[in-house]
Every structure is written in structure tokens, then in C-alpha cells.
């Protein structure tokens, strides 16, 4: 079955980029009219919907997030990425990657583990 | 953007009884509606789908029910596994999606 594993740096200065990578294992990121999903969870706090990409590249944002973040996919490592820039204590979570449902069906199963990231000088 | 709003924030239950946690969404989703149970240190598992669906694997005590704008997850005969703490979240029509704040099912 499709797994997806988190990395990345755990420690992110403040006004640097966040970058994490999801590795999808057990079947092809192009198989299937499915969404990549990146969520998030502050320490302590509730699940933040970031962005969805899909591997044809298409987008979708969450606003609160638009003007800093950048999604990627890239399909001959078959993986998908997450640049977050000029971050802040405020971006300090659980950064967790996730496939969405088939075709627009954005339910979010299954996850990776979770990569935790620290924002701090 | 829709607001889901969760309730109770904690539920303290026994095990062998039953619980029944309730979703609010700010406007309609149709049956565009998840369910997640969240163990710590642990990423969340896909419970329920389509309002009413259950995933894959998910016991038949789970069950969720619901349609429009309230939304309900009904947990039968609590396991010690189940205490955990349980989201919402809608997937209608356009993004951004949105999560409840979550619900705390603790032990009695």
C-alpha cells in the first residue's frame, strides 16, 4: 500500500525558507487523479490544511499561506515538496504530508509520520 | 472559508459505553465530510469519508451520520484504543479545507 515519509531540517532560523520533502513509496504519485496534501499541527493546537498539488503541477493554496508558500512535485523521484519562506516562531509544528482522496474527493488518507520543525535562532 | 465547529471539547466516557461527538459546519458541505482519530505523537487515521463512510480497516463501532451543515461520529462500546482525540474536517467543493478544533475523548 502507498506510504509517504517526511524530511527535512528540524531547526529553521526566523526569515529563513522551511523546505520539507515527502517521499511516496508503494505505488506512483502519477497513478490515480489524487491530491498531495501538506497539513500541519502547531505544538499542542489543531490540524492547519496548507496546500494540495497534483502531478500534473496544479496548485491550490491556502490563502493564509499564499504569498510564502510553494508546492512542487517531481515525478521521476516520485516525491512532492514544500517550500514555506520568511518563517517565524509562528510556523513552528508537525509538518505532515498526505494523499488525498481520488478524483477532487480531498478526504486525507494515508499520512506520513510527521517531520517536526522548530523555528528558532 | 468554512468554520467547523466541534463539540464537546472533552468527553469523559467510560469504556463499554458509548460516545457521540458533533461537527458544525458554517455553511452547507453536503456529505463532503472526514472524520480523524489522533493518538499522540501519532499522525491522524482517516475514520470516516462522505459523512457516513467508513475507512478501510475502521471497526464497525465507528460510525458517522450527518448531512448539510451537522454532522455526527458515534463511537459503540468504547475500547481502551479509542480514547484519542477526534477531527472534523470538510473537503466541499473549493478549498481552503478546514478542520474542526478537534474533540478529547478521555477516560471516565
Known amino acids: 500500500q502507498v506510504q509517504l515519509q517526511e524530511s527535512g531540517p528540524g531547526l529553521v532560523k526566523p526569515s529563513q525558507t522551511l523546505s520539507l520533502i515527502c517521499t511516496v513509496s508503494g505505488g506512483s504519485i502519477t497513478s490515480g487523479d489524487y491530491s498531495w496534501t501538506w497539513i500541519r499541527q502547531p505544538p499542542g493546537k489543531g490540524l492547519e490544511w496548507l496546500g494540495d498539488i497534483y502531478h500534473s503541477g496544479s496548485t491550490f493554496y491556502n490563502p493564509s499561506l499564499k504569498r510564502r508558500l510553494t508546492m512542487s512535485v517531481d515525478t521521476s523521484r516520485n516525491l512532492f515538496s514544500l517550500r514555506l519562506n520568511s518563517v517565524t516562531a509562528a510556523d513552528t509544528a508537525v509538518y505532515f504530508c498526505?494523499?488525498?482522496?481520488?478524483?477532487?474527493?480531498?478526504?486525507?488518507?494515508?499520512w506520513g509520520q510527521g517531520a517536526p520543525v522548530t523555528v528558532s535562532s | 472559508e468554512i468554520v467547523l465547529t466541534q463539540s464537546p471539547a472533552t468527553l469523559s466516557v467510560s469504556p463499554g459505553e458509548s460516545a457521540t461527538l458533533s461537527c458544525w459546519a458554517s455553511?452547507?458541505?453536503?456529505?463532503?465530510l472526514a472524520w480523524y482519530q489522533q493518538k499522540p505523537g501519532q499522525a491522524p487515521r482517516l475514520l470516516i469519508y462522505?459523512?457516513?463512510a467508513r475507512a478501510t480497516g475502521v471497526p464497525a463501532r465507528f460510525s458517522g451520520g450527518g448531512s448539510g451543515s451537522v454532522f455526527i461520529l458515534t463511537i459503540n462500546s468504547l475500547q481502551s484504543e479509542d480514547f484519542a482525540v477526534y477531527y472534523c474536517q470538510h473537503y466541499n467543493t473549493w478549498p481552503p479545507w478546514t478542520f474542526g478544533q478537534g474533540t478529547k475523548v478521555e477516560i471516565k
Open positions: 455553511q452547507s458541505v453536503n456529505d463532503n
Open positions: 498526505a494523499r488525498g482522496g481520488p478524483s477532487g474527493a480531498n478526504w486525507f488518507d494515508p
Open positions: 462522505d459523512a457516513s
